[in-house]
């Protein structure tokens, strides 16, 4: 079964940037949709950011356009989100997730996850 390791996370101030890794292993990742995924502290998991399967069609919520970045390197088996000019209500734990559909920012629609990255933007 594919499975997903996140790296990348840590404390950045207001206005930096980060960039998350999604890194597979036990399958190609060229089959799968891949989504980017937050929960902070005391509230429900959300959609963030999802790619196609081939790297040709993305989505992101209306909370991160213009500053998150979603990419996939199939051949490395890596999936990033490039995080720019980060907010205090970015933080949380970040997941990735795959499935083998289309791409999706819901929740329930996917059934295989990382453990997750800790993000902390604070001053």
């Known amino acids: 079964q594919l499975q997903l390791v996140e790296s990348g996370g840590g404390l950045v101030q207001p206005g930096g940037s980060l960039t998350l890794s999604c890194a597979a292993s036990g399958f190609t990742l060229d089959y799968y949709i891949i989504g980017w995924f937050r929960q902070a502290p005391g509230k429900e998991r959300e959609g963030v950011s999802c790619i196609s399967s081939r790297g040709d069609s993305t989505k992101y919520a209306d909370s991160v356009k213009g500053r998150f970045t979603i990419s996939r390197d199939n051949a490395k088996n890596t999936v990033y989100l490039q995080m720019n000019n980060l907010k205090l209500e970015d933080t949380g734990v970040y997941y990735c997730?795959?499935?083998?559909?289309?791409?999706?920012?819901?929740?329930?629609?996917?059934?295989?996850w990382g453990q997750g990255t800790q993000v902390t933007v604070s001053s």
């Open positions: 997730a795959s499935r083998r559909v289309y791409c999706s920012t819901v929740v329930s629609d996917y059934d295989n």
